[in-house]
C-alpha cells in the first residue's frame, strides 16, 4: 500500500458463476498472509454476492496487499469474473 491505513470492508461479485459458489471464499492478505477475520463466502450456490463489513485490518506503507481466492470444498466450479474493492481508510 502506498500509505498506512485500515481496510474497513470488503465487497465481492462473481459473474459466470458455476452454480458452486459457496464453496469459495475470498481472503484480504498482507505480505502474503491471508487474515482469517476477513473471510467472504457466498452464502449459497446461486449467491453471486458477499460483502464484508466492520473490518480492522492495519497497513503500513509498503506493505503488499492482495486478494486469496480459494476452494474450500473439492468440486468448486471455475468462476468466469471475479470482481472485488475494498473500503480502505
Known amino acids: ?25 475470498f481472503a484480504v492478505r498482507k505480505n502474503g498472509a491471508a487474515d482469517p477475520t476477513t473471510n467472504c463466502t457466498p452464502s449459497a450456490p446461486s449467491v453471486t454476492t ?8 492495519a497497513f503500513s506503507a509498503g506493505d503488499l496487499f492482495d486478494l486469496q481466492v480459494s476452494a474450500n470444498h473439492a468440486g468448486a466450479f ?12
Open 1 to 25: 500500500m502506498p500509505v498506512s491505513g485500515t481496510v474497513k470492508a470488503l465487497y465481492v461479485s462473481l459473474s459466470g458463476a458455476g452454480g458452486s459458489n459457496q464453496k469459495l471464499t
Open 50 to 57: 458477499c460483502h464484508l463489513t466492520g473490518l480492522n485490518t
Open 78 to 89: 471455475a468462476v468466469g469474473i471475479v470482481t472485488w474493492s475494498v473500503q480502505y481508510q
